[in-house]
């Protein structure tokens, strides 16, 4: 399996996804050998206390952890790929950390896979480069299917296919077309050519699969919808106390045009015009349009009463939900978008956009178009002042939330897995 | 009349936040980065402050009470010296034993309520008086605004207090042809005189004197005390008002600055300029004409205008939030609280959220604590945030008695 990030080092919901899915594929008696790039020395540190630490506080069961480690197996690949950069930051990113990276990586991967010694500059250098790795790997053999998440990853799978023969699956958790408004062909190339290398497309919602068949023009027959899961355990119970004696709306995610982030500003503007004392407003998170969102909250004149936190890491984002009183994801396109059953899991209840795939499997989450600032706010208004609204949606929300086990979802991956290797 | 020379150095250090996360909001207290604030002043008064004070008192001795120079200190200046540096406080009670040197009324906590609210701006007047008061026995007669903020209509404020002379820039777009050289005295009030900074001959000890790119440099104190001698050929006096700071810090020793301030009385001296403090200015020179400044104008930024605290939306909604709190926090009529409202108006924290990175940059990024002015508002709105919380507490506690 290619992918990126692996918990605790993620960026995005990426790596939490290959968790559950890992785990729960290992559960399905199918062995996974997970291979990433590590952008940086300190990622590498963070992910061999994965293994090596987390054993307690992670899983519940002892023999849990052996079963799971014994099935999956992790091999690091140096490189800079990144997730959620696109190829003009990461040029910028590059040249900021190119010495140290250099010489970084001079130490740990010269000897052993014989490159240049110099670090690309370009991205797409990068996946190249991983690609090259991944044949290397894939010569080892051992393996019956290669499954490739996301595009940086699908040249990687493509090599890994053209050197062993085994069949390919690529699993789409965003395309291109999710990520801003402006599309990069490179990158459309690359994520055509992976899906129309693959033996099997998996989309992470219907909404993804529409995507991939109409503006990809993928074979209908060969795209497979399996929604995410989401994983509980071993999440221990965080303390927070409540800090503030009004209620808080919550937006948690990337900072980006994608998730949508003024809509929720918007929306703010208006519930605090209706009722200015007894709520706030809080927006957790970083990302390219963080100062513009600053100074939007500055223009409406809200910011005693809206609150930005940076970006979150560990517990604090466990503790983040337990001060909300309502999570808010206005995306205006998101594959799917797994924190909102964060939020439900948390007791919170969720208002989540009708243009994300997490609606397709969610009933009692409400949905509003991401445009609609002025239903988005009404729904907001509703969640405070009617408790009895929030008390259904609390209890359904959990117990909807409960029933999505990546077992399950795991077990339609596996099928679709053998019907690669069968051909069908 | 006569050829004079006005110093006034301005002290203040300003009480720097601590990192405050929404986390906190209704959780902590201390809003206050105190190891940063002690470790600065401690810094400075050891590279600045004492040593420049040891300089002035020898020179005063040793000319006889000719040498004189005046003194803002901020009232969080003088909090600060006490709480970490008591030894600054001693040296400037010698230096005010001398009766050579004039100290000025500000505000207390060197903010901005001349621009939002006449009441809350004589009450920080006040307190800022009473605080000089107590330390060095002296009445400030002369106003010096937050940064020589002024306008006409502060300035009638100013002089409704019963304030004789006031400081402020001699900014390029109100004086146009005029000389800054002059007293001038406040539109509304004519009672009022006005002492305008001289920006050039300020700037080439505050600013340029270690520029080693200038074509002056190293500049000396003969050729400076020649540069005074030429502006007074027909001129009153020339206000040189500066950060005490410049001495030592922003002008580092090695720069040879001491030696500067060392041997620039004596040749200034020696050329007929006579050393006054404001206070004796305003008497013995004869004001030319009244000056209209419509709209507030300061000693800060290329603009002089208060563009580096409220020139982006930031810093208005920021400064606007904190201004709505007023009568909040008189309602809560609580010592502590208004203590800490008087800190959380400091010009500072809105300076922080400054974005004129590229003109002016380098001298708001050597000031500022954080590393984007994004940064800056977040952290602030926390705090204030919080504190609002604690206000309204106090308010219902009262109303519950």
């Known amino acids: 399996m290619f992918g990126w990030e692996f918990p605790p080092h993620i960026?995005?919901?990426?790596?939490?996804?290959?968790?559950?899915?890992?785990?729960?594929?290992?559960?399905?008696?199918?062995?996974?050998?997970?291979?990433?790039?590590?952008?940086?020395?300190?990622?590498?540190?963070?992910?061999?206390?994965?293994?090596?630490?987390?054993?307690?506080?992670?899983?519940?069961?002892?023999?849990?952890?052996?079963?799971?480690?014994?099935?999956?197996?992790?091999?690091?690949?140096?490189?800079?790929?990144?997730?959620?950069?696109?190829?003009?930051?990461?040029?910028?990113?590059?040249?900021?950390?190119?010495?140290?990276?250099?010489?970084?990586?001079?130490?740990?991967?010269?000897?052993?896979?014989?490159?240049?010694?110099?670090?690309?500059?370009?991205?797409?250098?990068?996946?190249?480069?991983?690609?090259?790795?991944?044949?290397?790997?894939?010569?080892?053999?051992?393996?019956?299917?290669?499954?490739?998440?996301?595009?940086?990853?699908?040249?990687?799978?493509?090599?890994?296919?053209?050197?062993?023969?085994?069949?390919?699956?690529?699993?789409?958790?965003?395309?291109?077309?999710?990520?801003?408004?402006?599309?990069?062909?490179?990158?459309?190339?690359?994520?055509?050519?992976?899906?129309?290398?693959?033996?099997?497309?998996?989309?992470?919602?219907?909404?993804?699969?529409?995507?991939?068949?109409?503006?990809?023009?993928?074979?209908?027959?060969?795209?497979?919808?399996?929604?995410?899961?989401?994983?509980?355990?071993?999440?221990?119970?965080?303390?927070?106390?409540?800090?503030?004696?009004?209620?808080?709306?919550?937006?948690?995610?990337?900072?980006?045009?994608?998730?949508?982030?003024?809509?929720?500003?918007?929306a703010a503007a208006k519930v605090l015009k209706m009722c200015p004392e007894g709520v706030r407003f809080v927006m957790a998170g970083s990302g390219d349009m963080m100062n513009r969102c600053i100074r939007q909250v500055a223009r409406r004149g809200i910011s005693d009463k809206f609150h930005f936190t940076g970006f979150l890491k560990g517990d604090d984002v466990q503790k983040m939900f337990a001060l909300s009183d309502v999570y808010v994801m206005p995306s205006v396109s998101e594959p799917f978008g797994i924190s909102p059953l964060e939020a439900m899991k948390s007791d919170v209840p969720a208002i989540i956009s009708k243009q994300s795939g997490v609606a397709e499997v969610l009933k009692y989450a409400i949905k509003v178009d991401f445009w609609d600032i002025d239903a988005l706010a009404d729904a907001m208004y509703a969640l405070l002042q009617y408790p009895a609204l929030s008390k259904v949606a609390i209890e359904k929300g959990r117990q909807e939330v409960d029933s999505l086990k990546w077992d399950n979802a795991a077990a339609k991956v596996k099928a679709v897995y053998e019907s690669a290797v069968s051909g069908k | 009349m006569g050829k004079n020379v006005c110093l006034y150095f301005q002290v203040h250090q300003p009480d720097r936040l601590r990192q405050f996360r929404f986390f906190d909001i209704g959780n902590e207290t201390h809003y206050f980065d105190d190891f940063a604030n002690r470790t600065i002043m401690r810094r400075i008064a050891d590279r600045c402050y004492l040593r420049a004070n040891n300089i002035l008192l020898e020179l005063i001795r040793r000319n006889g009470g000719a040498f004189k120079v005046a003194f803002s200190i901020s009232g969080t200046a003088m909090e600060q010296f006490a709480l970490y540096a008591p030894e600054v406080i001693d040296s400037f009670r010698a230096l005010a034993a001398t009766g050579c040197v004039e100290f000025l009324a500000e505000t207390c906590s060197h903010s901005l309520a001349s621009l939002f609210s006449e009441k809350e701006f004589k009450k920080q007047v006040k307190e800022h008086s009473a605080m000089v008061h107590k330390l060095f026995g002296v009445k400030p007669v002369t106003f010096r605004n937050t940064e020589l903020i002024y306008s006409d209509a502060i300035g009638e404020t100013v002089a409704s207090m019963g304030f004789s002379a006031m400081l402020t820039e001699g900014a390029k777009h109100i004086l146009g042809w005029k000389s800054p050289n002059f007293i001038y005295t406040n539109a509304i009030n004519p009672r009022l005189k006005l002492l305008l900074r001289n920006f050039s001959l300020s700037d080439d000890i505050a600013f340029r004197f270690s520029d080693k790119g200038w074509a002056s440099w190293p500049l000396t104190a003969d050729i400076y005390a020649g540069w005074l001698e030429d502006a007074l050929r027909s001129d009153d006096v020339v206000n040189l008002f500066m950060d005490y700071e410049t001495f030592g810090e922003h002008q580092k020793a090695e720069s040879g600055i001491f030696d500067f301030l060392t041997a620039l009385p004596a040749e200034a001296m020696a050329r007929g300029i006579r050393f006054r403090t404001p206070g004796e200015v305003v008497r013995e020179c004869q004001p030319v004409a009244p000056l209209h400044v419509g709209f507030p104008i300061s000693w800060s930024d290329e603009e002089r205008d208060t563009s580096a605290w409220l020139g982006n939306e930031l810093q208005s909604e920021a400064f606007s939030k904190a201004c709505a709190l007023e009568k909040d926090v008189a309602r809560a009529k609580d010592a502590k609280l208004t203590s800490v409202y008087r800190k959380l108006q400091e010009s500072d924290h809105f300076y922080y959220m400054s974005t004129k990175f590229f003109s002016d940059g380098s001298v708001h990024s050597y000031f500022n604590p954080y590393d984007t002015p994004y940064e800056a508002f977040i952290n602030y709105m926390n705090v204030l945030s919080d504190f609002e919380i604690r206000v309204k507490e106090k308010i219902k506690e009262n109303n519950g008695k």
């Open chain 1, 11 to 266: 960026a995005g919901g990426l790596g939490t996804a290959c968790y559950g899915m890992t785990k729960g594929l290992a559960h399905n008696g199918v062995e996974v050998l997970f291979v990433m790039p590590s952008a940086s020395g300190d990622e590498d540190q963070s992910s061999v206390r994965i293994i090596n630490a987390s054993d307690v506080a992670v899983y519940d069961l002892r023999l849990d952890v052996d079963e799971f480690l014994g099935k999956v197996q992790f091999l690091r690949v140096g490189s800079n790929i990144h997730p959620y950069i696109d190829p003009e930051n990461f040029t910028e990113l590059v040249e900021t950390e190119r010495q140290y990276q250099k010489e970084e990586f001079r130490m740990y991967f010269r000897q052993k896979y014989k490159f240049s010694g110099k670090y690309g500059a370009n991205l797409m250098e990068e996946v190249s480069r991983y690609a090259m790795v991944a044949g290397a790997i894939a010569a080892d053999g051992g393996f019956d299917v290669i499954h490739a998440h996301d595009w940086l990853t699908y040249m990687a799978g493509i090599a890994a296919k053209r050197v062993s023969g085994k069949p390919l699956v690529i699993h789409v958790h965003a395309t291109e077309f999710d990520r801003g408004s402006n599309v990069n062909p490179e990158v459309y190339r690359l994520e055509k050519m992976g899906m129309d290398e693959a033996d099997k497309v998996i989309t992470v919602s219907n909404l993804t699969r529409n995507i991939v068949v109409n503006k990809y023009g993928i074979d209908p027959a060969k795209v497979v919808t399996v929604h995410n899961a989401v994983d509980f355990s071993g999440r221990s119970a965080v303390d927070a106390v409540r800090n503030v004696p009004e209620k808080v709306i919550t937006f948690l995610g990337r900072i980006t045009f994608q998730k949508g982030p003024e809509y929720f500003i918007e």
